[in-house]
């Protein structure tokens, strides 16, 4: 007790110095949350079956809804890469929200925007190639979410490979890329010109 109350103003400095920096921690901890929950998130995944006809779910995990804007598909292929735009369903019948792969997304939801087949031959419907060419594919979702200034995005990348007279279909990854950094939100806005 001697000792405490002689270096009382020291233990009452590192007192202050402790509770100052578990609050900046906590702050911190408080901060990255929030921001978590305002970034948008949104999964491709396929769906059941391994084949062209499985089917491409978007999900959109996000704490606000997403506008869908564009779907992006780029083929690849020996002769090279082949990048279009699959916001348009080909042969859609009904009304034009039926037609298209635009339009929100709310918190939650899943939306199928086809099979992966449907996807590949819209993708090479102004081209000669063969969609048992193609090597792989990527699917960019293009979206616009809450006050955000510039779009936000997604991609995903699967894998095609023959095997038995089959083509089979797997992810490149597991997860979804997140396109989030400033730099390549701004290139996304060239892709939603190509789309136009």
């Not at 635009?102 to 969609?131: K, N, V, Y």
Request: proline share 4%; hydrophobic share 40%.
């Amino acid at each position: 007790m001697r000792w405490i109350s002689s270096h009382g103003q020291l233990i009452s400095a590192l007192t202050g110095v402790g509770m100052l920096l578990v609050w900046v921690i906590y702050l911190q901890v408080f901060i990255s949350s929030y921001r978590r929950q305002l970034r948008a998130t949104l999964l491709i995944a396929r769906g059941v079956g391994d084949g062209l006809e499985a089917r491409c779910f978007l999900s959109n995990m996000s704490s606000g809804p997403v506008y869908v804007q564009s779907v992006i598909i780029t083929l690849e292929t020996p002769d090279g890469t082949l990048v279009r735009p699959a916001t348009d369903i080909q042969d859609g019948e009904g009304s034009p929200i039926q037609r298209t792969r635009q339009g929100p997304l709310q918190p939650g939801d899943i939306r199928d925007i086809g099979s992966f087949r449907s996807l590949i031959c819209h993708a090479l419907e102004a081209a000669d190639d063969d969609p048992e060419m193609v090597e792989a594919m990527v699917i960019e979702i293009l979206g616009v979410y809450g006050s955000e200034d510039l779009p936000v995005g997604a991609r995903r990348r699967f894998i095609l490979t023959k095997t038995q007279g089959r083509i089979r279909l797997r992810g490149a990854t597991i997860e979804t890329q997140q396109i989030r950094k400033r730099r390549e939100r701004r290139r996304l806005i060239s892709e939603l010109g190509r789309d136009q």
